[in-house]
């Protein structure tokens, strides 16, 4: 069995961990000069830049009392001059070396930035997901907070009565009196601006006295900007805490028990949309927050609306909330404050798992099966993942909610790993919406366009009575391919081979995959051709359509091109809540976590657009999306009802999603991935190798594999391989890729095998060739 949900990571208990973990990164180090094993205190460090390390160096004695696993260090490595940064992740006092070790030039930290528990957290992560700990260390703790953004280094300076007796001062010039009699009145340490403003005088005489050794000085750090700490809560809400139901009572009595036994669960709130989840966690919060503990709150970052923050910072005294459009300076205040203890809730998208509570009593992820979670670049680490872990080593308890939980939380409680709270029920009484399934196929004369005739129909009385529509299209720009009719030739990146995508706004044809722009093509580069083809339908096309179609209705578009600047995605919302908007048209943007009683209608435009592509997962995704957006309505008094358009009404996962039927989803899908023993059945590991040069690639490629191949066999662990081959996306960013599935019923055997086989794989660097390794892989593109 294997999964988040297997408790191998890092116990509090075990002191030897971190020595025990850094063996696996073995490397040899530098043949320092050889000596007779002596006693000597030792640091063994980590570096985010290659070498990693981890390599062991000697604590200067002055060093010994302040420095921790978790300190930051500057050191001598290699040839560098400066010294290089580095995170100290173990100490040993009465070490032996048989070498003769450099010194540490310098702590660089007065305090660690992490704490012991979060350093076993950052080994644990390196080991599991194979990233260097130094890179693990960055991600854990933000560049803001290493660099101590917004805060300024200052001087304060003091006087003391026993220097400057009443006959010194008497002695003094009339400038340096003044500074001395405001500093000896003064009960508390002044900076020279403060003075010279009250003296009025400029800062030499200040300084001059400083040299005479009649006053002392200090230098601190400050926090000079960044401090906001609350943002809009004006979302129209009036603060309500409502009467629990009976299913809402029952599953915070198990949570609170669970927290007070202090030990590690990992429990599943299955709700279905609408059933109040948000209140039970604010609750169980309540709870803890009496007995002086703090929680996370994980959510997708697009959830991160003023609707879900007003609802906690209207019940919480000191709230952090944590988005990507902070400031280095905000960023950094924040993480002062929830190390400093203050802070009872943290609300953050994945990153914010690693918050430094330091009285941490649960962890909390909401929608916990969004692909959000998954960090895509190293240390590629899943929170879901981390958050067991970290809460693992702590002995608290771990909470996932979602309506629509990830096939891996749900199969985990059924094999006993996790266990599962249900509120089968929505709030108050209220429906599940109805959902009806239009088929696309069969042609009708009327239908041109997007809109099928159903849903124009209740898209026209939804306006009639004055209520709300979401229309849901997961595919952003205008067309998405772009294609000449007389040679068939599509226009594509010349940097990954994927067809661009069309942008009406500045007639721009555009990849989604990189960076590359151009403007969009009056005529066919290939045959010169005059009339080249727009096909494939994108938001923005939608939104012609749409205002077309409904002249008189007040549309709005949200998807990643209309929300780039800060707050848009709050002023879209505000506007939707306020009625300002009749139709809200978007990518899976709008179907996240949206609560507004005036939608009576979903649309979903395409349905099949994710459930054909070369993954697992694809049904998986398709149900989560459908579902999600359906529970968009039906939220009031007034009902709501959804129009699925599809191509595949027969398909198992629009079919259980037009029922609202998770349970019997997940049960059929995880009998159709036992048959490949697909996760959550076995593990799966991706490798990914790219270079500059296509053979050379290949060549790579099968080498790397091969090795995997070998070590399997050596280690005789059962593990399936496939590839390599080139992914979907064949070429990215021009560099042509392979990749490689690796499955096995276990994590460990997996993850060794990799380990093994990588550990002296070195790639000549003429051949520009690199490769990934990622652990749990949720994109198979
Ligand atoms: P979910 O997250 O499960 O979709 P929410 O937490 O958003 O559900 O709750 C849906 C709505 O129901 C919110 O407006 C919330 O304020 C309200 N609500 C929650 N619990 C109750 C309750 N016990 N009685 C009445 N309304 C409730
Ligand atoms: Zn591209």
Redesign the pocket.
Known sequence: MTHDFDHDPPHRNRGDDASRQVDLFDKSPPPWELVAAEETAIARVVFSQSPHGPYDYAIPDAMRSHIQPGSRVRVPLGRRRGGTMGWCIHVDMAGKSRHKLREISELLDEEPLCDPALVRLVLWIAHYYQAPAGQVFDTLIPSSVRSSAGTKQKTYFRADPKDLTEEIVAGLSPKQQAVARILLAANAPMTAAQISIQVGCTEDPIRRLHKKGLLSSERRREQNSGMTTRWQINDGEAE?T????DS?SDALKQINQAVESEKTKVMLLH??????????YIRAIEHLVKFGRGAIVLVPEISLTPQTRG?FERRFDSVAVLHSQMTPAERHFQWQRIRSGEVQVVIGPRSAVFAPLPKLGLIII?EEHDGSFKQDTQPRYHARKVAIARANSLGIPVLL?S?TPSLESWHATRTGHAERLS?PD???DRAMPDVQLVDMRIKDDRTVGAISRPLHQAVQETIHEKGQCILLLNRRGFATTIQCPSCGHVVACPDCDMPLTHHRDGGKAMCHYCDFCIATPPWCPACRFDGIRYGGLGTQKLEVEVKARFPNANVARMDSDTMRRPGSHQKVLSAFRSGKIDILLGTQMIAK?L?FPNVLLVGVINADSALHFPDFRAAERTFQLVTQVA?RTG?GDRGGRVIVQTYSPEHPAIQAASRHDYIGFAEDELINRKKYNYPPWGSVARIIIRGTEEETTERIAEELVGRIEATRDLLKHEIRILGPAPPPIARLRGKFRFHALLQCPESGPLGETIRRACQDFRIPEKDDVQYVVDIDPMDML
């Open positions: 309500k409502h009467h629990l139901t809402q709700g279905v949309t609408g059933s109040g989840k948000t209140e039970v609802r909401d909610g309506a509120l929505r709030v108050r976590g609560d529970g939220r």
